[in-house]
């Protein structure tokens, strides 16, 4: 572990805070009148899932923690759990499906992803940045709407709603930003 600067804190940092292990979400650096400067830090714990505000000045020190990361594939579900399987000695671990958040309506079977290890046990799940999906539902183009700006909703095959490019149609593969949630391009 490594002790860095309160100022030098950066969203996707992992952190020890108060005998918790935190992922920070949002930085705000400021710098008033009057007093040091200070970092406004918006953290989640990633063991029990609490968030807090904290405030870091430029002398606060923190311990910044270095994950062990592990490629495994993903199986299938089984009910609320999910069923990985390590690719490299085929062992398979069980975990909650809310360790993936709003992201795994993007988990498909086969996918390969990275586990994010603290002392040997599961605390993150990442997935690719970028998957392919299929629409399955997309509004009509409205006729005039040729401002390459206008975007309509669509349906993907996972029940996700993205807004797409008018040309997009039902039944078109394309690449989706799986964090962000937003349309990237058409799928070869």
Same mark, same amino acid.
């Given at each position: 572990?490594?002790?860095?600067?309160?100022?030098?804190?950066?969203?996707?940092?992992?952190?020890? =805070?108060?005998?918790?292990?935190?992922?920070?979400?949002?930085?705000?650096?400021?710098?008033?009148?009057?007093?040091?400067? @200070?970092?406004?830090?918006?953290?989640?714990?990633?063991?029990? #899932?609490?968030?807090?505000?904290?405030?870091?000045?430029?002398?606060?020190?923190?311990?910044?923690?270095?994950?062990?990361?592990?490629?495994?594939?993903?199986? =299938?579900?089984?009910?609320?759990?999910?069923? @990985?399987?390590?690719?490299?000695?085929?062992?398979?671990?069980?975990?909650?499906?809310?360790?993936?958040?709003?992201?795994?309506? @993007?988990?498909?079977?086969?996918?390969? +992803?990275?586990?994010?290890?603290?002392?040997?046990?599961?605390?993150?799940?990442?997935?690719?940045?970028?998957?392919?999906?299929?629409?399955?539902?997309?509004?009509? !183009?409205?006729?005039?709407?040729?401002?390459?700006?206008?975007?309509?909703?669509?349906?993907?095959?996972? #029940?996700?709603?993205?807004? !797409?490019?008018?040309?997009?149609?039902? #039944?078109?593969?394309?690449? +989706?930003?799986? =964090?962000?949630?937003?349309? +990237? #391009?058409?799928?070869?």
């Amino acid at each position: 572990m490594a002790k860095i600067s309160g100022v030098d804190i950066r969203p996707g940092n992992i952190l020890e =805070y108060e005998k918790g292990i935190w992922k920070v979400a949002k930085t705000q650096h400021t710098q008033p009148g009057k007093g040091g400067a @200070f970092m406004q830090v918006e953290m989640k714990n990633l063991i029990d #899932g609490r968030k807090t505000n904290v405030r870091f000045r430029s002398q606060d020190t923190i311990e910044r923690v270095r994950l062990d990361t592990k490629d495994f594939q993903f199986l =299938y579900a089984e009910g609320d759990d999910l069923v @990985f399987m390590d690719v490299e000695n085929y062992d398979q671990i069980t975990l909650p499906s809310d360790l993936l958040g709003d992201a795994v309506a @993007f988990l498909q079977d086969g996918m390969t +992803v990275l586990l994010e290890m603290y002392d040997e046990r599961p605390i993150s799940v990442q997935l690719p940045e970028q998957v392919e999906a299929t629409i399955v539902e997309a509004d009509a !183009v409205v006729r005039g709407q040729t401002a390459s700006s206008s975007f309509k909703p669509a349906i993907l095959d996972n #029940g996700v709603r993205v807004m !797409v490019p008018p040309h997009i149609e039902s #039944g078109t593969r394309i690449i +989706v930003s799986v =964090y962000d949630r937003e349309y +990237v #391009g058409k799928a070869n």
